[in-house]
């Protein structure tokens, strides 16, 4: 008894063995297989949208009120072209980024599932994520002294609260839509309120929204006259 004892106890341990070679030996998933969403945000997200989509280099993606106002058409766009000249970059094999059109699938609806909170706006109309109509610049200089001057300073050229929004170099990193982008949501991660919050009891039209963006947009730097500087930034 005593032999098949040890017999079977050499049988088990080494069927284990074989187990844990056919574990090793197995094949790696391919880069287009990888489904998880977890993986794929950590692989081709995080190093400028920060670990969990929190803030880093690039804006918070981790924010209700941001993908209350994106839809999943607007972030998929987004994620598959990515935004010519900006930091963006293409992420779909067709634009010649690596993923499939099924793992940016996975990527935006993962962001939603997660980190969307249907009741965030509820009872709220809020701006619309795209412009309806041009902004004007002239009326943008009076929005941004009544909206942005108490953090940002008188003519957005940085305040107590907050630095300049007219700087050359961060003008030349950001599209337009990322700065209605940050007007509408406001940067959770940097303290700064959403299009609610500037003047209290007083939130943002969407026309006076579009008339900032024009504001900023006219003090960009054309391209003869400075050199953009490549560093993350992108869109939202």
């Not at 924010?63 to 992420?91: C, E, H, K």
């Not at 997660?114 to 109509?133: C, E, F, M, N, T």
Request: with cysteine; charged share 15%.
């Amino acid at each position: 008894m005593k032999h098949l004892l040890m017999l079977a106890m050499l049988l088990t341990s080494a069927a284990c063995g074989v187990s844990e070679r056919a574990k090793d030996d197995a094949p790696p998933i391919a880069p287009d297989k990888v489904l998880d969403f977890a993986s794929l945000f950590a692989q081709n997200c995080s190093g400028c949208h920060g670990i969990s989509g929190r803030g880093g280099a690039a804006a918070q993606l981790a924010d209700p009120v941001y993908l209350a106002v994106a839809d999943d058409a607007a972030i998929t766009r987004i994620t598959s072209a990515g935004v010519s000249g900006t930091a963006m970059p293409a992420f779909a094999q067709n634009s010649g980024g690596m993923l499939t059109d099924q793992q940016i699938g996975v990527i935006v609806r993962g962001m939603r599932s997660k980190w969307a909170r249907p009741d965030v706006l509820a009872g709220i109309d809020p701006p619309p994520y795209a412009a309806s109509q041009p902004g004007d610049p002239q009326r943008g200089a009076a929005a941004v002294e009544r909206y942005c001057s108490s953090c940002h300073g008188a003519q957005g050229r940085g305040g107590p609260h907050a630095s300049s929004i007219v700087d050359p170099s961060y003008l030349q990193l950001v599209s337009d839509q990322a700065l209605r982008t940050a007007i509408i949501v406001g940067r959770p991660d940097l303290g700064a309120p959403d299009w609610r919050g500037d003047v209290p009891g007083r939130p943002m039209t969407p026309q006076e929204i579009s008339d900032v963006v024009a504001w900023l947009a006219a003090q960009r730097p054309s391209p003869g006259n400075f050199t953009a500087l490549r560093m993350p930034g992108g869109t939202r």
